[in-house]
């Protein structure tokens, strides 16, 4: 038996066991923070928190349906869902493995011996089915979240990208590069999650059709990174953006009703789609034609979120921000209602406020979009107390007392924090405390699973190797027995982690090309 069909059966065999590990360990109701919103919203079909969700919404409901009627049930139908959404994770992570697996083998002619084949199916399963155990994931997979389905549509993306890089230069290989994009589109639906994988799909296309250098695959991942930034911003916001003009003017000049505007611009936005494909065809402009395919089809995807106009039209019991007009939607989409956080230059948390921006907006009265005050006021802070790269820029009493306790600072409350400062606060919260710590719960161990707010006791990563665990949080053999036995304490010594680096530096040597795409991803 070749190795085609061993990893048929072997990823199917990986699909039980994660299959059943979620189903037997799944909530059987809501558990903490959003879940039971998006349980809620799933089964009556209501409108949640912005961004919304509607493609998951959509799935959630038909999960729902299979309880006929029994809301008792609802709850465990949508954990269900997201039990199944992760365990295909793992089938089509194991497929990815093995494709990986495949170019760091020395094979000749793709003629794998019984020891290659024995070895590239060893190792995807363990790849697999370390992931199926991990704590975050399986944390995750038992509840009714939107991050098992994003994490399914990311590994079918993956996996697209390298079915397509198989068979690239067959005809008809591109078709895998649309399903690609139409993904991409109803993942929207779901969460922007999978757009992170834009830049390691452009590597994979450009290491694929050229001759590879350093500057080369740069300017593939900057290109990457480019789509990604015109599909978050120019499709997901930006195109409704445009409706705007178009949707005032038939309102409110030519009185017609709601929504009449902007399905014209939609409409006109269509034909101008159609009228490109058609002659991009006759005139055989292929890579023209295949933009506006890749355009089309992530529009079709992202029109799941008509789902939360029509519904919140229907003034459900949940219609969070209302979004049943554009302006509303548009802000929905936007997530005006969380304020603005500053990424790239912006204030410290204690800058003086020099400048008040009051803008206007619209609001639907009637049979008219009428002109308000927009309650979102912008604002501009003295010079001195901004800086690059801002990490401590919110004003509550809570966060100003996190940032100067992570920060190290001990300056009077109206001095501005220096640049070091804000450079200690990233690497000592929100890199090491709320990013390699949430690793290392996966590949090292897990102190419990108590709330953590940088203390010794809680909610910390461990390894179960005494002298390292003791530099971090004291020593580990004075801990009380209801602490060191329970059940949530987990110690892996490393292993997992180490063997994944030295899995990073045998791929570095095999294959310096799949290396790049693996750390992108």
């Given at each position: 038996?070749?190795?085609?069909?061993?990893?048929?059966?072997?990823?199917?065999?990986?699909?039980?066991?994660?299959?059943?590990?979620?189903?037997?360990?799944?909530?059987?109701?809501?558990?903490?923070?959003?879940?039971?919103?998006?349980?809620?919203?799933?089964?009556?079909?209501?409108?949640?928190?912005?961004?919304?969700?509607?493609?998951?919404?959509?799935?959630?409901?038909?999960?729902?349906?299979?309880?006929?009627?029994?809301?008792?049930?609802?709850?465990?139908?949508?954990?269900?869902?997201?039990?199944?959404?992760?365990?295909?994770?793992?089938?089509?992570?194991?497929?990815?493995?093995?494709?990986?697996?495949?170019?760091?083998?020395?094979?000749?002619?793709?003629?794998?011996?019984?020891?290659?084949?024995?070895?590239?199916?060893?190792?995807?399963?363990?790849?697999?089915?370390?992931?199926?155990?991990?704590?975050?994931?399986?944390?995750?997979?038992?509840?009714?979240?939107?991050?098992?389905?994003?994490?399914?549509?990311?590994?079918?993306?993956?996996?697209?990208?390298?079915?397509?890089?198989?068979?690239?230069?067959?005809?008809?290989?591109?078709?895998?590069?649309?399903?690609?994009?139409?993904?991409m589109g109803l993942s929207i639906g779901v969460h922007l999650l999978n757009l992170l994988t834009i830049?390691?799909?452009?590597?994979?296309?450009?290491?694929?059709?050229?001759?590879?250098?350093?500057?080369?695959?740069?300017?593939?991942?900057?290109?990457?990174?480019?789509?990604?930034?015109?599909?978050?911003?120019?499709?997901?916001?930006?195109?409704?953006?445009?409706?705007?003009?178009?949707?005032?003017?038939?309102?409110?000049?030519?009185?017609?009703?709601?929504?009449?505007?902007?399905?014209?611009?939609?409409?006109?936005?269509?034909?101008?789609?159609?009228?490109?494909?058609?002659?991009?065809?006759?005139?055989?402009?292929?890579?023209?034609?295949?933009?506006?395919?890749?355009?089309?089809?992530?529009?079709?995807?992202?029109?799941?979120?008509?789902?939360?106009?029509?519904?919140?039209?229907?003034?459900?019991?949940?219609?969070?921000?209302?979004?049943?007009?554009?302006?509303?939607?548009?802000?929905?989409?936007?997530?005006?209602?969380?304020?603005?956080?500053?990424?790239?230059?912006?204030?410290?948390?204690?800058?003086?406020?020099?400048?008040?921006?009051?803008?206007?907006?619209?609001?639907?009265?009637?049979?008219?979009?009428k002109t308000i005050q927009d309650p979102n006021v912008k604002y501009e802070y003295d010079p001195a107390?901004?800086?690059?790269?801002?990490?401590?820029?919110?004003?509550?009493?809570?966060?100003?007392?996190?940032?100067?306790?992570?920060?190290?600072?001990?300056?009077?409350?109206?001095?501005?924090?220096?640049?070091?400062?804000?450079?200690?606060?990233?690497?000592?919260?929100?890199?090491?405390?709320?990013?390699v710590r949430y690793l290392m719960w996966n590949f090292a161990g897990r102190q419990n699973d108590t709330?953590?707010?940088?203390?010794?006791?809680?909610?910390?990563?461990?390894?179960?190797?005494?002298?390292?665990?003791?530099?971090?949080?004291?020593?580990?053999?004075?801990?009380?027995?209801?602490?060191?036995?329970?059940?949530?304490?987990?110690?892996?010594?490393?292993?997992?982690?180490?063997?994944?680096?030295?899995?990073?530096?045998?791929?570095?040597?095999?294959?310096?090309?799949?290396?790049?795409?693996?750390?992108?991803?």
């Amino acid at each position: 038996m070749g190795l085609k069909k061993l990893t048929t059966w072997a990823s199917w065999i990986v699909f039980s066991i994660a299959t059943t590990t979620y189903i037997l360990t799944v909530e059987p109701t809501t558990s903490w923070w959003d879940c039971g919103e998006f349980i809620a919203a799933a089964f009556k079909l209501q409108v949640g928190h912005p961004p919304g969700a509607p493609f998951f919404l959509l799935m959630g409901r038909i999960f729902t349906l299979f309880t006929f009627g029994q809301e008792v049930y609802a709850a465990l139908a949508v954990n269900i869902m997201s039990a199944l959404s992760s365990s295909f994770t793992i089938y089509f992570l194991f497929l990815i493995a093995v494709h990986l697996f495949k170019k760091i083998v020395d094979a000749k002619d793709e003629e794998y011996s019984r020891w290659q084949t024995i070895s590239i199916l060893t190792s995807a399963g363990i790849a697999a089915l370390t992931y199926t155990f991990t704590d975050s994931f399986w944390f995750s997979a038992v509840e009714g979240e939107v991050y098992a389905m994003s994490s399914l549509f990311t590994a079918v993306v993956v996996w697209c990208i390298f079915k397509w890089e198989e068979n690239a230069q067959n005809p008809g290989s591109d078709k895998w590069l649309v399903l690609i994009a139409y993904l991409m589109g109803l993942s929207i639906g779901v969460h922007l999650l999978n757009l992170l994988t834009i830049p390691a799909l452009a590597a994979v296309f450009y290491s694929k059709r050229y001759k590879t250098t350093a500057k080369g695959y740069f300017y593939a991942v900057m290109a990457g990174i480019a789509l990604l930034l015109f599909i978050q911003y120019g499709i997901v916001q930006g195109l409704l953006t445009l409706a705007i003009p178009f949707e005032l003017y038939f309102v409110n000049t030519l009185g017609m009703s709601l929504w009449s505007g902007a399905l014209v611009y939609f409409a006109l936005i269509l034909l101008l789609i159609i009228i490109g494909l058609y002659f991009s065809y006759k005139y055989q402009k292929a890579i023209v034609n295949m933009i506006l395919n890749f355009v089309l089809v992530i529009l079709i995807g992202y029109s799941s979120y008509s789902l939360i106009v029509i519904r919140s039209l229907a003034n459900p019991p949940m219609d969070e921000n209302n979004p049943e007009n554009l302006i509303n939607l548009l802000a929905y989409l936007n997530r005006e209602q969380y304020g603005n956080r500053p990424l790239f230059y912006g204030q410290f948390y204690n800058a003086p406020v020099v400048k008040s921006i009051k803008d206007s907006t619209y609001v639907f009265e009637k049979d008219a979009y009428k002109t308000i005050q927009d309650p979102n006021v912008k604002y501009e802070y003295d010079p001195a107390y901004t800086t690059l790269f801002p990490r401590m820029y919110s004003s509550q009493g809570g966060h100003v007392r996190g940032y100067r306790s992570w920060a190290y600072i001990n300056s009077p409350p109206q001095e501005p924090p220096t640049f070091i400062h804000n450079l200690v606060y990233a690497f000592r919260y929100q890199l090491s405390f709320m990013y390699v710590r949430y690793l290392m719960w996966n590949f090292a161990g897990r102190q419990n699973d108590t709330q953590g707010y940088g203390n010794y006791d809680n909610g910390n990563w461990i390894s179960g190797i005494s002298i390292l665990d003791a530099i971090r949080l004291g020593n580990q053999s004075e801990i009380p027995d209801f602490k060191r036995n329970h059940p949530s304490r987990n110690t892996y010594f490393l292993l997992p982690f180490l063997i994944g680096i030295l899995g990073l530096i045998y791929l570095w040597n095999k294959n310096k090309n799949y290396f790049l795409i693996t750390t992108l991803l």
